[in-house]
């Protein structure tokens, strides 16, 4: 008898062989999809923790934050006048957190912050120039 290269005889019947390259291409198939799949899942939850430690990461830098501008905020607020490089110290760590998705509170500190009576000392011009060099 016959046969071509898938196993089939001429006469139209298949063969032993036939039947074991279908099982082997089929394992392989079923194989190499469940092997992409549980890649897949594992990416996922990896990257879900990935995920969840930023935002850890995140809400310590928002609580270390917020501490840091309430203190600074009531010692400033306490003052006659600030000096020019304290404000603007603060204004910028306020935008910071801000640009952090922080809550209310320290724009309600922010907003009472803009009122303060600055005292210009010249070292912020001076902070410039090297920054310019």
């Not at 549980?38 to 609580?63: A, G, P």
């Not at 404000?87 to 912050?113: D, M, T, V, W």
Request: some cysteine.
């Amino acid at each position: 008898m016959w046969y071509n290269f898938l196993g089939k005889s001429i006469k139209g019947e298949w063969t032993m062989t036939h039947t074991i390259l279908n099982t082997v291409i089929t394992f392989i198939v079923s194989s190499s999809l469940g092997y992409c799949v549980n890649i897949i899942k594992n990416y996922k939850k990896q990257k879900n923790d990935i995920m969840d430690e930023f935002r850890k990461i995140k809400e310590s830098q928002l609580m270390d934050m917020r501490s840091d501008l309430s203190n600074k905020f009531y010692i400033y607020d306490s003052m006659e006048t600030v000096d020019d490089y304290l404000y603007e110290s603060f204004i910028e760590k306020c935008q910071h957190y801000f640009e952090l998705n922080g809550n209310h509170y320290i724009k309600n500190l922010y907003e009472r912050a803009l009122k303060w009576k600055i005292k210009y000392t010249g070292i912020m011009l001076e902070k410039q120039k090297d920054y310019k060099k």
